[in-house]
C-alpha cells in the first residue's frame, strides 16, 4: 500500500513518522478523529500493558508530526471492507490491550480491522533480521 499527503476519509488507515523509516498507523473515523492502538509516546516509552486502542483527535495522532494517508489500489479496494465497516470494527475494539511491537502492533491493528488480516509489514521487515 502507498501513502500520500492529502485529507482522509473515514475508514483511511493514515500514518505518521515515528522516526527514521518506522510509522504509528491509525484509523481515520471522521470529525478530526483517529482510533489508534496505542500512541507514538506510548509506544516508546510506556509498558505494553498501558498501551490500548483508544480514539483521539488527528493533532494528538500526529503529535507534531505529519499525516500520511493511504492509497487504495484496484485489489485493496476490492479486499478492504467498507468505510463504515472499518470504522465499527475499529470502535469495537476500544480499550483492548496487549500490545506487542513484534506481534500486534498499530499497523496490525489497522491491517485486521481494513483488511481482516494480522498483518504488519514494518514488523516483518524489522524483525526479519
Known amino acids: 500500500m502507498k501513502f500520500d499527503v492529502r485529507d482522509p476519509k473515514e475508514g483511511d488507515i493514515i500514518r505518521v513518522l515515528i522516526r527514521d523509516k518506522y510509522y504509528h498507523y ?9 482510533i489508534e492502538f496505542g500512541s507514538k509516546r ?5 509498558s ?3 498501551v490500548m486502542v483508544k ?14 494517508v493511504s492509497i487504495y489500489s484496484f485489489i ?11 470504522v465499527e470494527l475499529a470502535r469495537g475494539r476500544l480499550g483492548e490491550k496487549g500490545y506487542d511491537l513484534k506481534d500486534n502492533n498499530c499497523e496490525h ?8 488480516k494480522h498483518y504488519s509489514s514494518m514488523s516483518d521487515e524489522y524483525f526479519k533480521k
Open 55 to 68: 480514539e483521539v483527535s488527528v493533532s494528538e495522532f500526529l503529535d507534531g508530526g505529519h499525516l500520511e
Open 26 to 34: 491509525g484509523i481515520y473515523v471522521g470529525d478530526d478523529r483517529v
Open 48 to 50: 505494553k500493558d498501558e
Open 76 to 86: 485493496d479496494n476490492i479486499k478492504r471492507n467498507k468505510p463504515k465497516k472499518i
Open 42 to 46: 506510548d509506544v516508546l516509552s510506556a
Open 109 to 116: 491493528f489497522c491491517n485486521e480491522v481494513t483488511f481482516n
